[in-house]
């Protein structure tokens, strides 16, 4: 079992910058992939970011060159560090872990967290 728990939420105006962070414990040795989700009310849940535990990122095309993932070397902590955002960037982000950053990007039998609000005002 993985549990997964984010901090960091709140509201912003647009523009402004947030960072988000999610403790990872458990059998967090198994999990080679942590990222960020994010869900809108009536939208589907999107990938926002993901990291391997080499370092390798992936990012969705609505947050690129806005938004940075990173995660600590002891690999049980990730970061997302959100700048100029925008009305449209308004939605529950949830934690996710998965074995490989193919599971992650394809939601995989990912481990989730409870997810932290995040809403810009306009």
């Known amino acids: 079992q993985v549990q997964l728990v984010e901090s960091g939420g709140g509201l912003v105006q647009a523009g402004g910058s947030l960072r988000l962070s999610c403790a990872a414990s458990g059998s967090i040795f198994s999990m080679n992939a942590l990222g960020w989700y994010r869900q809108a009310p009536g939208k589907q849940r999107e990938l926002v970011a993901g990291?391997?535990?080499?370092?390798?990122?992936v990012y969705g095309d609505s947050v690129k060159g806005r938004f940075t993932i990173s995660r600590d070397n002891a690999k049980t902590l990730v970061y997302l560090q959100m700048n100029s955002l925008k009305p449209e960037d308004t939605a529950v982000y949830y934690c996710?872990?998965?074995?490989?950053?193919?599971?992650?990007?394809?939601?995989?039998?990912?481990?989730w967290g409870q997810g932290t609000q995040v809403t810009v005002s306009s």
């Open positions: 996710a872990a998965a074995k490989s950053m193919a599971d992650l990007v394809t939601r995989s039998r990912p481990y």
């Open positions: 990291i391997s535990a080499g370092g390798t990122t």
